[in-house]
C-alpha cells in the first residue's frame, strides 16, 4: 500500500462526505418548500404538476449543467427523478393532506 496515495484518497472521500451532506441538507430545504407548494396547490385546487413550468425548469438547468461541465443528459435525469418525488408529495397531501414517508408509514 502507498501511503501517501492512502492519505490522498481519505483526503478525497472528507470532501466527498461533505458534499453529500451539502447535497441532503440542500435536498431537505427544497423539499420544504415543495410541500409548502404542494399545500398551496391543494388548497387552491390548483393540478400538482405543471409541465411547462418543468420545461422551463430542464432548459436552465441543463444549460447550467453544460457551463459547469455537467452531463446535461444526467441533469435533466436528476431533476426528473426529484420532481416525480415531488409530484407524488404533492398528490398526498391533496388526497390526505399530508406526506407519508418510508419513516412515518
Ligand atoms: O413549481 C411548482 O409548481 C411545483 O410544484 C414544484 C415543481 C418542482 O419540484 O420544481 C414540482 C412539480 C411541478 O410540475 C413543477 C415544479
Known amino acids: 500500500m502507498d501511503d501517501a496515495a492512502l492519505a490522498q ?3 478525497l472521500r472528507r470532501s466527498i462526505d461533505n458534499i453529500d451532506a451539502a447535497l ?3 435536498l431537505a430545504e427544497r423539499f420544504t ?9 391543494a388548497a387552491s385546487g390548483m393540478p400538482p404538476s405543471d409541465p411547462e413550468r418543468e420545461r422551463q425548469q430542464i ?7 453544460i457551463d459547469a461541465q455537467l452531463d ?23 388526497t390526505t393532506g399530508t406526506v407519508q414517508t418510508a419513516d412515518s408509514a
Open 24 to 26: 441532503i441538507h440542500l
Open 59 to 65: 432548459a436552465r438547468l441543463r444549460a447550467l449543467a
Open 72 to 94: 446535461p443528459a444526467f441533469a435533466e435525469k436528476w431533476f426528473n427523478f426529484v420532481v416525480a418525488e415531488v409530484i407524488h408529495h404533492h398528490e398526498q397531501i391533496a
Open 9 to 11: 484518497l481519505a483526503a
Open 33 to 41: 418548500r415543495t410541500q409548502a407548494v404542494g399545500r398551496l396547490k
